[in-house]
């Protein structure tokens, strides 16, 4: 195994980096190499793969995935690692510290209605750009760019804003990358290209100093951007504002003739809303002082298949966020419960892989913390999230579970995990149901305010047991929504037995339910509510936990 004290992750470039500060936690170290090779795997890698990328023992490999796992940042099955939405949390504390989606977002979303183009948020990140707030169009041709992504700056609309502001070292830095990787290898979320593009020199010249830059396919073919800089009250730029679109809708020119105007007018909204948003100094709401505490409790009962020093590190990333974006040492010990010493090497790691950045005495995040998996992540959708939940409350209930969303008024089937055996409940992803005599609909028409609870349909029977009268369905809904959950016994299809609780995103409503459904011999209804109602409602609050992480900053489709 590589020595703790000067073992570095390799490099996703051949150009030499600085020398590794031998108060760095190699652990860390290694664990942070594991999970940006993950994320630049889509998410999900092999466990041998990762030893062939990290150049890692597989003894290793296998105790940063069993510490990982532990936290609940990833999944191992057989072979194979998953990053889990929990990761998101890292992400989310550069993200609510830096403020800008919270601040801007909204106005991006509203220009993005307007163009009916795909709006973008990003801040330079060394010599790349990183996105943080997006706003997609839904068409079949659609623009993907997620949250995290780092491109090359001199191939993007942003980069000659940001890069009018680079000083001697920075371009040299910049030069010193395009020699040793022409082709841009080391940056995953653009395809490479070996042709040449044009000079940002002379672009910073022409486009940084006009403020409005231009991607004219440069990315890729057919994808066309523009960006003009969002400038803090201090004159930075502290963000640059995309609009992006296809050449099937438009030229360059065409692109800055059509948007440009309205590109700029929102800019100077955004800039007005950072001079009026107050410098939040109220006391923030601390994280949890007692992760240390839970870290050496874990490492008691799991030995040498927990790496403490890996789980404690990454703990001082979650330490910052909203009211926290700049912390002192002593504000990250206390904030952690780590011992002064821990904290100051994990910041001195993270600071030398570029996670963490200090100015004096302060220490703050850096886009590059949402490297650790968060790209892969933010296209996260609801039955992604629920499906491994949906699998281990089947394994504890043996009986099949199921999520399902309110389409109109009927319930549609969007994640689904069968119990093994000789007779079950057969339903495939998709299926629909009237919601009136299904346990999931009830619940989620139950969601609706009082009064309007009831389907705007006929109420037909399906089986000799289902309610139709519209005074009885009411009422029926009203408990529903009294003891937050349904159970639906042979109304929906005869020997058919369910029970469903609300899946609730973070503002409480119910965007989907969650239920367990078997032949009515299995259960009564006693034993239903007695037995199953806990099971469901504790893996209901595990899918919105995960909900609440991942839908922080990102929509989360449903």
């Not at 092999?46 to 023992?57: E, K, N």
């Not at 998101?88 to 009916?116: Q, W």
């Not at 629920?386 to 999520?403: N, Y």
């Not at 007695?530 to 099971?535: A, Q, V």
Request: charged share 25%.
């Amino acid at each position: 195994m590589p020595d703790e004290k000067t073992w570095a992750p390799e490099e996703k470039t051949s150009a030499p980096g600085p020398a590794v500060p031998p108060e760095a936690v190699g652990p860390l170290m290694r664990g942070i190499a594991v999970l940006r090779e993950a994320g630049d795997a889509g998410g999900r890698v092999s466990l041998s793969d990762l030893v062939r990328s990290t150049g890692l023992a597989r003894s290793t490999v296998d105790r940063i995935a069993a510490t990982f796992a532990r936290m609940g940042y990833v999944r191992v099955d057989g072979h194979w690692l998953t990053l889990a939405p929990r990761l998101m949390e890292v992400g989310n504390a550069y993200l609510a510290a830096l403020r800008l989606p919270a601040l801007l977002g909204p106005l991006a979303e509203r220009l993005a209605e307007e163009l009916d183009e795909s709006v973008s948020l990003a801040v330079p990140d060394g010599d790349g750009i990183r996105f943080v707030h997006q706003t997609t169009r839904r068409r079949t041709m659609s623009l993907v760019f997620r949250i995290g992504d780092l491109l090359p700056a001199e191939r993007t609309a942003p980069g000659p804003l940001f890069a009018a502001d680079w000083d001697a070292s920075a371009w040299a830095r910049w030069r010193e990358r395009r020699a040793a990787d022409p082709s841009g290898t080391c940056f995953p979320a653009a395809p490479p290209r070996v042709d040449e593009v044009p000079d940002l020199e002379e672009r910073v010249a022409d486009e940084g100093k006009r403020g409005v830059g231009i991607d004219d396919q440069l990315i890729e073919p057919g994808l066309l951007a523009l960006a003009v800089p969002v400038r803090a009250p201090d004159g930075t730029i502290a963000c640059a504002l995309s609009a992006v679109s296809h050449t099937s809708r438009h030229s360059a020119a065409s692109l800055r003739k059509a948007l440009l105007s309205r590109v700029r007018e929102a800019a100077g909204e955004m800039e007005r809303v950072l001079r009026q948003a107050p410098a939040d100094r109220s006391p923030a709401g601390a994280p949890a002082a007692g992760l240390a505490d839970w870290t050496s409790a874990t490492k008691q009962e799991l030995g040498a298949g927990f790496v403490e020093s890996l789980a404690r590190g990454l703990t001082v990333l979650t330490a910052f966020g909203e009211r926290r974006p700049e912390l002192t040492l002593t504000a990250v010990a206390d904030a952690t419960g780590l011992a002064r010493a821990t904290a100051r090497r994990a910041l001195i790691t993270l600071e030398h892989l570029g996670h963490v950045t200090s100015t004096g005495r302060t220490f703050r995040l850096t886009p590059r913390v949402l490297a650790l998996g968060y790209p892969a992540l933010s296209r996260t959708t609801l039955p992604e999230i629920a499906t491994p939940h949906l699998a281990a409350l089947v394994r504890r209930v043996h009986d099949s579970a199921s999520l399902a969303v309110l389409v109109g008024e009927d319930i549609q089937y969007t994640a689904r995990v069968a119990t093994t055996r000789i007779m079950s409940v057969n339903i495939s992803l998709g299926t629909r149901f009237p919601a009136y005599a299904a346990s999931m609909g009830r619940v989620l028409l139950a969601d609706r305010e009082p009064g309007h609870r009831l389907p705007a349909i006929e109420l037909k029977p399906l089986t000799p047991r289902t309610t139709t009268d519209p005074a009885q369905l009411t009422a029926l809904l009203d408990q529903v929504a009294e003891q937050g959950y349904a159970l639906v016994d042979e109304e929906l299809e005869e020997g058919l037995r369910s029970l469903a609780v609300p899946v609730r995103d973070g503002t409480g409503r119910a965007v989907a339910a969650l239920n367990v459904a078997m032949h009515s011999s299995r259960r009564t209804v006693e034993e239903c509510v007695r037995d199953l109602l806990p099971e469901l409602r504790a893996t209901a609050a595990a899918i919105e936990a995960d909900l609440h992480i991942a839908g922080r900053f990102t929509r989360i489709p449903s």
